[in-house]
């Protein structure tokens, strides 16, 4: 037996979407995009890489680490602000008109996501979108897991996605189910 609709877009509307960006440099208010991820809690992901960054505005850090883990996503979108704005925008729509609750653990993420929507007309947008920060509800030995576990999951720190993922990893409601199974 399957769930009504009603039942299903319940479901969606009280999901977490997993967010995490990386940039340039800090501040994050004075810098280029460079790629945003978001994952929700049923595992539907979005990854976008920015052409319009400007690599000499990348700090060392950002430079060594950052940049060469570029192009490793297959399904990544790769395009300029307004088209990754345009792609996000719509993939958003997938959850509805009832709020969108998007998962932080840094507030510079939540401004850089805005900062891209912005970019499209105000009747174009997705409503209902809020931040909601996470820091406190990671659990830091399931984050720690996640990274030291390469073989397990396949990835590193300091990807957009891959930090979106560590983070619905660590989640602590989500650590919580994951035991009690």
Wanted: aromatic share 12%; glycine share 6%.
């Amino acid at each position: 037996m399957g769930l009504t609709q009603n039942a299903q877009n319940a479901i969606i509307c009280n999901m977490k979407i997993f967010l995490d960006t990386e940039f340039t440099d800090f501040p994050e208010s004075e810098c280029d995009l460079i790629s945003i991820g978001l994952v929700d809690e049923n595992g539907r992901e979005f990854y976008a890489e920015s052409t319009q960054y400007r690599p000499e505005a990348c700090s060392d850090f950002f430079k060594q680490i950052v940049l060469p883990l570029l192009g490793k996503h297959p399904d990544r979108i790769v395009g300029n602000y307004f088209e990754i704005a345009k792609s996000l925008n719509e993939w958003l729509k997938y959850y509805g008109d009832d709020e969108k609750a998007i998962a932080i653990d840094y507030l510079g993420d939540w401004n850089l996501l805005v900062k891209l929507l912005v970019l499209l007309p105000e009747e174009e947008l997705v409503q209902n979108v809020k931040g909601i920060n996470i820091w406190g509800d990671l659990d830091p030995m399931a984050l720690e897991y996640y990274w030291a576990e390469v073989d397990a999951f396949g990835h590193t720190e300091h990807h957009a996605l891959w930090d979106a993922r560590g983070n619905k990893y660590a989640y602590k409601p989500i650590v919580r189910e994951r035991h009690n199974v």
